[in-house]
C-alpha cells in the first residue's frame, strides 16, 4: 500500500513563511512526478506546482516568485516552501504523486488527506 502525508501547515499572519512536506511511503517501485493542489472554501482544486523526477518544475502564476517546489527522491518526500504568503493563498493543500507501486505495472495518481494553510491579514 502507498500513502502520501503533509505536515507542515498552519497560522501565519501575510507576508510570512511556511514550508510544506510530503512523504510518500509503502510499497513503492519509483515516482514520476510530484505536485502540490490546493482548494479554498468555494472553490475548485487548482494546481499550485510541480515537479518532475529530474526536477523540473512549473508553477501557477498566482504563485510565481514566491513559492519553490523541491523533492528529495532518496526520501520519495516533496517540499514546498511558501514566502510572501497572502491571504488569498489560504487553502486546504493537498500532495499529488504519480506512483508506480511495487506490485503493480503502471503509475496511478495519490493523493495526501491535506493540510490547512491560514493566512491572516
Known amino acids: 500500500q502507498v500513502q502520501l502525508v503533509e505536515s507542515g501547515g498552519g497560522l501565519v499572519q501575510a507576508g510570512g513563511s511556511l514550508r510544506l512536506s510530503c512523504a510518500a511511503s509503502?510499497?513503492?517501485?519509483?515516482?514520476?512526478?510530484m505536485a502540490w493542489y490546493r482548494q479554498a472554501p468555494g472553490k475548485q482544486r487548482e494546481l499550485v506546482a510541480a515537479?518532475?523526477?529530474?526536477?523540473?518544475?512549473n508553477y501557477a502564476d498566482s504563485v510565481k516568485g514566491r513559492f519553490t517546489i523541491s523533492r528529495d527522491n532518496a526520501k520519495n518526500t516533496v517540499y514546498l516552501q511558501m514566502n510572501s504568503l497572502k491571504p488569498e493563498d489560504t487553502a486546504v493543500y493537498y500532495c499529488?504523486?504519480?506512483?508506480?507501486?511495487?506490485?503493480?505495472?503502471?503509475?496511478?495518481?495519490?493523493w495526501g488527506q491535506g493540510t490547512q494553510v491560514t493566512v491572516s491579514s
Open positions: 499529488n504523486a504519480d506512483i508506480r507501486p511495487k506490485y503493480g505495472l503502471e503509475y496511478r495518481d495519490y
Open positions: 515537479i518532475t523526477s529530474r526536477g523540473s518544475t
Open positions: 509503502g510499497s513503492i517501485f519509483s515516482i514520476n512526478a
